[in-house]
């Protein structure tokens, strides 16, 4: 089965900086890259996601890049805020639309002020 | 428009005990998950339904069992716990049921303690 491996497990950053998280996955049919924020005491809430026959995707601070090559990808967080301190899930999946998510274990992101 | 609720969000259990975890979607979405957070274990799939009346297994459903009551319903129920479930279990659904993967969208959780 799929296996999705992320770094770092934390990430500190000051305030403004920017942040990034990377993922690589195993299963080269995998096709759907989500990312998700989970707060303190929340479920996990997307935040962008990309499919495989694209590269890139911006969302105003956020982008995720995918290089299916390597079997891997990335989020960058621009210009960071303190309401961006939270742990950060990549995840994906290589099945059709009702299968489930394979996620990697998670990176807090801390950023300071 | 509450999206997906949980019941109960927090529960003690002892060793042998079974309860069913509740999970509920108003978004007419055509499949519903269970997963379970541990610290430091990301998100693994329990058990899945694609549509009203099929179930299928996840990466970890050894201890549980399910039932998709109706397609807003999709309840997680442990016969015998033990602590190795002691988790955090998540309920998700999204509005496809083939094709091409679409947002899950995820419940505030349900806080689970075996001793």
């Known amino acids: 089965g799929e296996n999705v491996e992320q770094h770092p497990s934390t990430l500190s950053v000051q305030e403004g900086d920017s942040a990034v998280i990377k993922c690589t996955y195993s299963?080269?049919?995998?096709?759907?890259f989500p990312w998700y924020k989970q707060e303190l005491g929340k479920g996990p809430q997307l935040i962008i996601d990309?499919?495989?026959?694209?590269g890139e995707k911006k969302d105003q601070r956020i982008a995720v890049t995918l290089n299916k090559t390597a079997k891997h990808f990335s989020l960058h967080i621009t210009e960071t805020q303190p309401e961006d301190s939270a742990v950060y899930f990549c995840?994906?999946?290589?099945?059709?639309?009702?299968?489930?998510?394979?996620f990697g274990k998670g990176t807090h992101l801390i950023i300071q002020p | 428009n509450a999206g997906v609720t949980q019941t109960p969000k927090f529960q003690v259990l002892k060793t042998g005990q079974s309860m069913t975890l509740q999970c509920a979607q108003d978004?007419?979405?055509?499949?519903m998950y269970w997963y379970r957070q541990d610290p430091g274990m990301g998100l693994r799939l329990i058990y899945y339904s694609a549509s009203e009346g099929t179930t299928d297994k996840g990466e970890v459903p050894n201890g549980y069992n399910v039932s998709r009551l109706n397609k807003r319903e999709f309840s997680l129920r442990l016969e015998s716990a033990a602590p190795s479930q002691t988790s955090v279990y998540f309920c998700a659904s999204t509005r496809a049921s083939g094709g091409f993967q679409e947002t899950q969208y995820f419940g505030p959780g349900t806080r689970l303690l075996v001793l």
């Open positions: 299963d080269s049919a995998s096709n759907y």
């Open positions: 990309i499919r495989s026959n694209v």
């Open positions: 995840a994906a999946s290589a099945g059709g639309g009702a299968d489930g998510l394979t």
């Open positions: 978004m007419n979405h055509n499949s």
